[in-house]
């Protein structure tokens, strides 16, 4: 079964500065998709970025950029120039890919770890 | 284009009495998940449902929950009776297309059992 982990229950950073969030996962297929959900008091998860394994070059959106090191299995989120509105939850996730025969298409997440932002 | 829509957002119960949550996924979104979060944790699948057909209930505890997905559109999610470890953050989302690549997420409902 696959596993996520992620290792920092908490982290901070000041704002307009950078701070990078770690998340290694466990499984032994080679096609899957990765993500990192943000969720704010609110609750709703909240998609932030997307990675598909087969993909070499990182996933960027904006601010976010992820770190994806296949053979490593590491998945880190970097934040560029943080926000007050960053502060949150975020969760790392895995889901096999559809492509893959017989996979589980749940997302299977990690712990979380709860960001900060101090102005 | 509306969101995952889930309700009540709040319900406060006594244990063994019976609780139902509501959920309407986005339009077109042929796939609906159920999750439920407990504290200090990440989401954990219940039930995956391909159009109206549970394709994935392994991780529902049959015993006191079931779920119904009537003409493919809403679901339900009900509890009965209702246990003090049942005090979570139910989850609903919703996905579309054979990739299903994203899933969108409702705010949730929280359920507090005393």
């Known amino acids: 079964a696959q596993t996520v982990t992620q290792s920092q229950p908490e982290m901070s950073v000041q704002e307009a500065e950078t701070v990078t969030l770690s998340c290694t996962y466990d499984?032994?297929?080679?096609?899957?998709?990765l993500f990192w959900y943000k969720q704010p008091p609110s609750r709703q998860m909240i998609l932030v970025i997307r990675?598909?394994?087969?993909?070499?070059q990182n996933a960027t959106e904006n601010r976010f950029s992820v770190n994806f090191q296949k053979a490593a299995k590491s998945f880190s989120l970097k934040i560029s120039d943080s926000q007050l509105g960053d502060a949150a939850m975020y969760f790392c996730?895995?889901?096999?890919?559809?492509?893959?025969?017989?996979?589980?298409?749940?997302?299977?997440f990690g712990k979380g770890t709860k960001l900060t932002v101090n102005p | 284009e509306a969101g995952v829509v889930q309700s009540p957002r709040y319900k406060i119960i006594e244990k063994k009495q019976p609780v139902a949550f509501w959920c309407n996924p986005i339009?077109?979104?042929?796939?609906l998940y159920w999750y439920r979060q407990n504290l200090g944790q990440g989401p954990e699948l219940l039930i995956r449902?391909?159009?109206?057909?549970?394709?994935?209930d392994s991780q529902l505890p049959k015993d006191r929950f079931s779920a119904e997905r009537l003409k493919g559109v809403d679901s339900t999610l009900k509890i009965q009776p209702a246990e003090l470890g049942d005090s979570a953050v139910y989850l609903c989302?919703?996905?579309?297309?054979?990739?299903?690549?994203?899933?969108?997420f409702g705010q949730g409902t929280r359920l507090t059992v005393v």
């Open positions: 989302a919703s996905s579309k297309g054979v990739a299903r690549t994203e899933a969108f």
């Open positions: 499984t032994s297929e080679s096609d899957y998709y």
């Open positions: 990675q598909e394994a087969y993909k070499q």
């Open positions: 996730a895995y889901r096999t890919s559809y492509r893959s025969q017989g996979g589980s298409e749940k997302l299977v």
């Open positions: 339009s077109g979104h042929n796939t």
């Open positions: 449902y391909e159009n109206e057909e549970a394709v994935d």
